[in-house]
């Protein structure tokens, strides 16, 4: 069935929703609105406003009465209007949700998703395409996932609800209106790929590039684009931010002997650098190049119309495979 | 809920004689002689329980006590107003109202003796750890009472948190959904007067009830070194939630007689006239007047009374001292529910680095691909 990403992700939670009474929607403006992005799109028409609940326009108090609620047994799936508005409920997300289970040794569990439209590209306003997954990612306790196509949109975000650990579920917002062709029915049968491995969406061998969330189209034109050129470039999704599949990032390491990492977030203390340190120590015989990262830069999220340069492109990307084939 | 900013309710005044109040009287007209001295007996034991555990802190079992006293009548009173299947939200300086909802005494340092982050089991008496973020458990116990209503469970849900949490933005927020969801959910500010060293008014200039007006929930003051009346406004406040009739607020004055904990010094902060005065004002014996008026305190009594205090004590040194320290392994425990592939790397590594292996590779993640 041909779907966009957004409407991947409503039939998933509308699945969830169908599938346990215990899950519950709550958010700013995702009832009769359907939430800014219509990912919650006829939900509360449908189920009712006790299971898609219009929430007071508070980030920590949405987060903290679903730690609330998870608590007498509930599934939330909280949904934060856009990433620069989860700063609020850090506290929330960091010091309750995450670390209850450590904190009672198993005791109480916190199975709420967080889902965060995030990320640039749409010419938004400040606060409204920032790329917060690194504070997650460095935090213990929380899972952080980042769908890129809308099959996986689907599949990942019924794991994301389906786990006893919370989950940081990251939308790159400019995929929502991707479309593809989704087979639910396969799907609903196998569960697709588990969320915490990564996906191997191009095959090469000449060098890796590891992509998440927006920017995995982006290193796919590249690769493309390198084809052209003669050089073959393996494409990785990770997937998951938290934990990262390095299993697979290794093996193609081991085959192409190059990495390029990619993502929208300031390169400095991001993913790219837990990757490139991980990846250097397990294929520290492989690697024919130093890793090089291809991210935004250390500064804040610029105005809509300086983001074409912020954001990692193919040429960036293709620039920092030419470095590395050079080496 | 009346407003009586200026007149907190008061049952039983300083030198034990009741106070006539219709309204509030009423609502604990049943209390008789055998509930006048189980809270009494709870305030002795938990008076004595914080005592031994800041003498344990002293000796350098604990690494650290929040004590309760002076605080006794608020959480005590309080407590006694609500039912098992009610849930409570604490904060991390309600050893009191911990001890009367059964959590065992012997579970009551296990976080302060680091050996954990928590106590007891919270589903084993329906109440959480301490909770040491001061006022994020306003939302959780607003969360957890809106989940109640949607069950259909006729309970309450109570939230204690203090003066200084009462400035926190995450009380506020739980105010407006606790009003917004009419969730059947308690709010309790002990005001203690003391925020460590910052006095109530640098959190307000008014009372700290009055907030609660702003969001369309009543609230009341309560003496809070007067059992009776904690328990009357508590049961009140109680009966609402339980009967579908939303949040209410209720603000106990009350007053830290010791440090905010073992780590401080309150003589640099406030004056000994102070503490004083309110020394007078003391809880426990304005519950043993009143006992003493009526003619419920005898010696036999009182000797009941400090044997199931030294029991207790004898309960607390007794586990503190034995809590057996947990090993390097557990720093890897419950971090997930479900296995978490860098949780497992590194539980593995460590695993093999304390088993001694001289391979440099062992502490390191797995060499190369396979």
């Given amino acids: 069935m041909i779907t966009t990403f957004a409407g991947a992700l409503n039939t998933g939670l509308r699945r969830a929703l169908e599938d346990d009474p215990k899950v519950i929607l709550m958010g700013e403006d995702i009832g009769r609105l359907g939430g800014v992005f219509r990912v919650t799109d006829a939900l509360q028409k449908d189920f009712g406003n006790n299971r898609v609940v219009d929430t007071p326009l508070a980030e920590s108090g949405i987060v903290g009465t679903a730690f609330g609620m998870a608590l007498r047994g509930y599934r939330p799936v909280c949904e934060i209007q856009f990433d620069g508005f989860v700063y609020p409920a850090f506290d929330q997300i960091v010091s309750h949700v995450a670390k209850i289970?450590?904190?009672?040794?198993?005791?109480?569990?916190?199975?709420?998703?967080?889902?965060?439209?995030?990320?640039?590209?749409?010419?938004?306003?400040?606060h409204h395409s920032e790329s917060p997954e690194a504070y997650f990612a460095h935090t213990a306790g929380l899972r952080v996932m980042t769908p890129s196509t809308p099959a996986d949109a689907y599949s990942m975000i019924r794991q994301a609800i389906a786990l006893d650990d919370p989950v940081i579920f990251f939308e790159p917002k400019r995929r929502y209106w991707d479309k593809a062709d989704v087979d639910f029915v396969a799907l609903d049968?196998?569960?697709?790929?588990?969320?915490?491995?990564?996906?191997?969406?191009?095959?090469?061998?000449?060098?890796?590039?590891?992509?998440?969330?927006?920017?995995?189209?982006?290193?796919?034109?590249?690769?493309?684009?390198?084809?052209?050129?003669?050089?073959?470039?393996e494409v990785i999704d990770l997937r998951?931010?938290?934990?990262?599949?390095?299993?697979?990032?290794?093996?193609?390491?081991?085959?192409?002997?190059?990495?390029?990492?990619?993502?929208?977030?300031?390169?400095?203390?991001?993913?790219?650098a837990e990757i490139a340190a991980r990846i250097t120590e397990r294929c520290f015989y492989y690697l024919e190049a130093p890793v090089l990262r291809v991210g935004g830069f250390d500064i804040p999220y610029p105005p809509a119309k300086l983001e074409k340069f912020h954001l990692p492109d193919p040429d960036r990307i293709l620039a920092a495979v030419d470095r590395t084939l050079a080496a | 809920?009346?407003?009586?900013?200026?007149?907190?309710?008061?049952?039983?005044?300083?030198?034990?004689?009741?106070?006539?109040?219709?309204?509030?009287?009423?609502?604990?007209?049943?209390?008789?002689?055998?509930?006048?001295?189980?809270?009494?007996?709870?305030?002795?034991?938990?008076?004595?329980?914080?005592?031994?555990?800041?003498?344990?802190?002293?000796?350098?079992?604990?690494?650290?006590?929040?004590?309760?006293?002076?605080q006794e009548a608020t959480q005590v009173g309080s407590a006694h107003a609500l039912y098992p299947d009610d849930y409570v939200f604490c904060s991390y300086r309600e050893a009191a109202v911990a001890y009367c909802r059964g959590v065992n005494p012997s579970e009551i340092t296990r976080l302060w003796r680091g050996v954990a982050h928590s106590c007891w089991d919270p589903s084993a008496v329906n109440m959480?750890?301490?909770?040491?973020?001061?006022?994020?458990?306003?939302?959780?116990?607003?969360?957890?009472?809106y989940a109640a209503h949607l069950d259909g469970a006729e309970i309450a849900t109570i939230a204690y948190f203090g003066?200084?949490?009462?400035?926190?933005?995450?009380?506020a927020e739980a105010l407006g959904f606790a009003s917004s969801w009419s969730a059947p959910v308690v709010f309790l500010c002990q005001n203690n007067h003391w925020a460590i060293?910052?006095?109530?008014?640098?959190?307000?200039?008014?009372?700290?009830?009055?907030?609660?007006?702003?969001?369309?929930?009543?609230?009341?003051?309560?003496?809070?070194?007067?059992?009776?009346?904690?328990?009357?406004?508590?049961?009140?406040?109680?009966?609402?939630?339980?009967?579908?009739g939303g949040p209410s607020f209720?603000?106990?004055?009350?007053?830290?007689?010791?440090?905010?904990?073992?780590?401080?010094?309150?003589?640099?902060?406030?004056?000994?006239?102070?503490?004083?005065?309110?020394?007078?004002?003391?809880?426990?014996?304005?519950?043993?007047?009143?006992?003493?008026?009526?003619?419920?305190?005898?010696?036999?009594?009182?000797?009941?009374?400090?044997?199931?205090?030294?029991?207790?004590?004898?309960?607390?040194?007794?586990?503190?001292?034995?809590?057996?320290?947990?090993?390097?392994?557990?720093?890897?425990?419950?971090v997930y529910a479900a296995p978490h592939a860098l949780i497992t790397e590194e539980r593995r590594a460590y695993a093999e680095y304390l088993a001694g292996d001289p391979s440099e590779a062992a502490a390191r993640p797995e060499g190369v691909p396979s």
């Fill in chain 1, 101 to 126: 289970h450590y904190r009672t040794q198993g005791k109480v569990h916190a199975p709420i998703t967080i889902r965060i439209p995030f990320g640039g590209g749409i010419g938004s306003v400040e």
């Fill in chain 1, 189 to 233: 049968r196998d569960g697709g790929l588990p969320a915490d491995r990564a996906r191997v969406c191009a095959t090469g061998t000449d060098a890796t590039i590891v992509a998440y969330g927006g920017t995995v189209a982006t290193a796919l034109s590249a690769a493309k684009i390198a084809g052209e050129e003669g050089h073959s470039l």
């Fill in chain 1, 240 to 272: 998951s931010l938290s934990p990262i599949d390095f299993d697979t990032i290794a093996e193609s390491v081991a085959k192409t002997g190059r990495l390029v990492i990619t993502h929208e977030a300031p390169v400095f203390a991001g993913l790219g």
């Fill in chain 2, 1 to 70: 809920m009346p407003d009586k900013v200026e007149y907190p309710v008061q049952l039983v005044q300083p030198d034990g004689r009741r106070v006539l109040d219709r309204e509030h009287a009423a609502l604990v007209a049943d209390v008789g002689p055998e509930l006048l001295r189980k809270m009494y007996e709870d305030m002795v034991v938990t008076r004595r329980i914080d005592t031994e555990a800041t003498a344990l802190q002293r000796q350098g079992q604990l690494g650290l006590w929040a004590p309760l006293l002076g």
């Fill in chain 2, 128 to 145: 959480t750890n301490p909770n040491i973020i001061v006022g994020s458990q306003g939302l959780h116990a607003t969360g957890y009472a």
């Fill in chain 2, 163 to 171: 003066d200084g949490a009462s400035s926190q933005g995450d009380i």
């Fill in chain 2, 197 to 244: 060293s910052e006095p109530v008014r640098v959190q307000s200039q008014t009372p700290i009830v009055r907030r609660a007006y702003g969001y369309g929930i009543p609230g009341v003051q309560v003496d809070g070194n007067d059992a009776l009346a904690v328990l009357a406004v508590t049961r009140q406040a109680v009966a609402r939630a339980r009967s579908g």
């Fill in chain 2, 250 to 334: 209720i603000e106990a004055i009350t007053y830290r007689m010791g440090p905010h904990t073992t780590a401080d010094d309150p003589t640099r902060y406030r004056s000994s006239a102070e503490t004083e005065q309110w020394a007078r004002r003391d809880p426990i014996d304005r519950l043993r007047r009143l006992l003493e008026r009526e003619s419920l305190f005898d010696s036999s009594f009182q000797r009941s009374v400090a044997d199931r205090a030294d029991e207790v004590a004898r309960q607390v040194r007794t586990s503190t001292i034995e809590m057996p320290d947990p090993g390097p392994m557990d720093l890897f425990e419950h």
